[in-house]
């Protein structure tokens, strides 16, 4: 048995050492936001924070997950949508066929947390992510409208410091 800390929640899944993550979080788990693209990291539909780092889970074993590692997927970014990102997504109108949108939301959720005001070239760098339909742009666009999003809710009543 392997014990799993997914989305804030200890999980105990019993599968092979070299199970990869992403199999583990959609068939035993049963989180299916979490896609499976390529197989091969190359595509990053299978995006997943580890210890607030994005990691393409197709190819991390899972026994390289300690008890003590923090695994969000896009699931547990925001029980209600609500995360920047995820509302600049949904105002910028971003996905096309959106197979890739839950990778591309956990990469540019984790750019923001690293690089809260990216650049062009910055979001350029970090979103390695693969999208067929080609929504570059907007994806661009929505990042930089998630940095907006993200300085208002700090500015909120409570989220104001004294």
């Given at each position: 048995?392997?014990?799993?800390?997914?989305?804030g929640?200890?999980?105990?899944?019993?599968?092979?050492?070299?199970?990869?993550?992403l199999?583990?979080?959609?068939?035993q788990?049963?989180?299916?936001?979490?896609?499976?693209?390529?197989?091969?990291?190359?595509?990053?539909?299978?995006?997943?924070?580890?210890?607030?780092?994005?990691?393409?889970?197709?190819?991390?074993?899972?026994?390289?997950?300690?008890?003590?590692?923090?695994?969000?997927?896009?699931?547990?970014?925001?029980?209600?949508?609500?995360?920047?990102?995820?509302?600049?997504?949904?105002?910028?109108?971003?996905?096309?066929?959106?197979?890739?949108?839950?990778?591309?939301?956990?990469?540019?959720?984790?750019?923001?947390?690293?690089?809260?005001?990216?650049?062009?070239?910055?979001?350029?760098?970090?979103m390695?992510?693969?999208?067929?339909?080609?929504?570059?742009?907007?994806?661009?666009?929505?990042?930089?409208?998630?940095?907006?999003?993200?300085?208002?809710?700090l500015?909120?009543?409570?989220?104001?410091?004294?």
């Amino acid at each position: 048995m392997t014990t799993l800390n997914i989305n804030g929640k200890e999980q105990e899944v019993n599968v092979e050492a070299d199970t990869p993550l992403l199999w583990v979080i959609r068939e035993q788990i049963g989180l299916t936001g979490t896609k499976f693209g390529c197989g091969i990291a190359q595509c990053g539909a299978c995006s997943v924070h580890i210890n607030g780092q994005v990691w393409r889970s197709c190819v991390v074993p899972i026994s390289s997950i300690k008890a003590s590692d923090k695994i969000v997927t896009i699931e547990g970014l925001s029980t209600t949508s609500s995360h920047p990102v995820q509302k600049a997504w949904a105002e910028v109108d971003v996905p096309q066929c959106g197979y890739c949108q839950s990778g591309q939301i956990m990469a540019a959720s984790a750019l923001l947390k690293h690089k809260p005001n990216p650049t062009d070239q910055d979001i350029d760098d970090a979103m390695t992510n693969i999208c067929r339909c080609g929504t570059y742009q907007r994806i661009r666009e929505a990042v930089h409208q998630a940095v907006g999003f993200a300085k208002a809710e700090l500015n909120t009543p409570d989220n104001k410091q004294a």
